[in-house]
C-alpha cells in the first residue's frame, strides 16, 4: 500500500505532462520561439558574411569578398587547425571522464566524497577563464615551477621552450576547462543505470572487461554522445586559452572571430561564424551517421528507464 501511494503521485505528474504534450499549442510554439532565438540569428549572420564593410560602415550589397579573404588570407587553415585540436581535445576529455565517471557512478560509495567531488567539478563554470588559465603561465614557462624543479633535480640543464606558447601548452590548459562537460553527461547516464544489469551480467560469468563492453558501454551511449557535444562546441569557439598559452602561435577560430570584430570587419566574422556553425553541423552529422544503427536519438533514454 506504501508503494501504491507513493506511486500516485508520480502517476498522476506523468499524466498531467502527457496531456500537456498532446496540447496542440506545445510543439508549434516550441518551434516558434526556437526559431526566433536561435535559427534567425544564425541565419543574420550567414547573411552579413556576403556584405562588406567601406568606411567602417556595413554596405548592404552582395559581395563575397568576406569569403575570398577567408582563402587568400590563409584563415581556413586556422579552421583546420581548429577543428585538429578541438577533436583531439575532445577524444583526450572523453578517454579521461569516462572511467572517471563510472567511477564516481559506480565505484564510489560515499554520499559526501561523491557529493564534494560533484562541488569541485562545478568550479571551472564560476571561475573566469583567464583566472584559471593564467596559472598555467606560472607553471609551464621557462622559469616556471617545472621547469625549475627538474633543472633543481638535475633532470635537465636548459628550460624546456615548448611547456608554453605551443600546442601541448593550449591542450593541457584546456584540460581542466572541459572536463566538467564531457564527464557531467557520463556520470548522469551511468548513475541511471540500475545495478541490477551489473549483478545478473556477473551472475550470468562475466567478467568485469564483458560488463564494461557489453553492458555499461551500450547503457553509457546517450551520455558519451552528449558529452561530445557538449564539449566539441565550446572547443570549436575557444580563445583565450591559445590566447594566453599559445603567444600567437596557436591561433584558432575563436581568435580570428575577435580579432575580426576588434577590426569592426563584421563580414569576414560573420563568415568566420558561419564555418564554425558549418563544421559543427557536419562533425554532428558523421557522429550520427557512425551511430545511428546502434543508437537512437529519439529514444536515448529508453535504455536505462527503470
Wanted: proline share 6%; with cysteine; hydrophobic share 55%.
Amino acid at each position: 500500500m506504501a508503494i501504491s501511494t507513493a506511486a500516485a503521485p508520480r502517476r498522476y505528474r506523468s499524466l498531467q505532462l502527457g496531456r500537456l504534450g498532446r496540447l496542440p499549442i506545445v510543439i508549434p510554439g516550441f518551434l516558434v520561439v526556437w526559431s526566433l532565438m536561435v535559427v534567425l540569428p544564425l541565419l543574420v549572420v550567414v547573411a552579413f558574411s556576403f556584405f562588406q564593410v567601406k568606411y567602417y560602415k556595413v554596405v548592404y550589397q552582395p559581395s563575397l569578398d568576406a569569403w575570398i579573404s577567408l582563402f587568400t588570407s590563409g584563415r581556413w587553415l586556422v579552421a583546420v587547425r581548429t577543428l585538429r585540436i578541438a577533436l583531439t581535445m575532445t577524444a583526450i576529455e572523453l578517454f579521461l571522464a569516462f572511467p572517471f565517471g563510472l567511477w564516481l557512478a559506480k565505484g564510489c560509495r560515499s554520499v559526501p566524497l561523491k557529493a564534494f567531488i560533484i562541488t569541485l567539478l562545478t568550479i571551472p563554470f564560476f571561475l573566469d577563464p583567464s583566472s584559471r588559465t593564467i596559472v598555467w603561465r606560472a607553471i609551464l614557462g621557462s622559469g616556471g615551477l617545472i621547469n625549475s624543479g627538474l633543472m633543481h633535480l638535475g633532470v635537465i640543464n636548459a628550460p624546456i621552450e615548448w611547456l608554453l606558447y605551443s600546442e601541448f601548452a593550449v591542450h593541457f590548459g584546456m584540460i581542466g576547462s572541459y572536463f566538467p562537460t564531457m564527464v557531467f553527461p557520463i556520470f548522469m547516464i551511468m548513475s541511471l543505470i540500475d545495478d541490477e544489469y551489473l549483478q545478473a551480467s556477473a551472475d550470468l560469468g562475466a567478467s568485469p572487461g564483458q560488463t564494461l563492453v557489453h553492458v555499461i558501454m551500450p547503457l553509457a551511449i546517450p551520455g558519451v554522445m552528449a558529452g561530445i557535444i557538449f564539449t566539441l562546441v565550446p572547443l570549436m569557439a575557444a580563445f583565450v586559452e591559445p590566447q594566453m598559452l599559445g603567444g600567437g602561435f596557436v591561433n584558432l577560430l575563436g581568435d580570428s572571430v575577435d580579432s575580426a570584430l576588434r577590426e569592426l570587419k563584421y563580414p569576414t566574422a560573420a563568415a568566420l561564424s558561419t564555418v564554425v556553425v558549418a563544421i559543427l553541423a557536419f562533425c554532428l552529422l558523421v557522429l550520427i551517421l557512425m551511430t545511428r544503427k546502434r543508437f537512437d536519438f529519439a529514444n536515448m533514454f529508453t535504455a536505462t528507464h527503470r
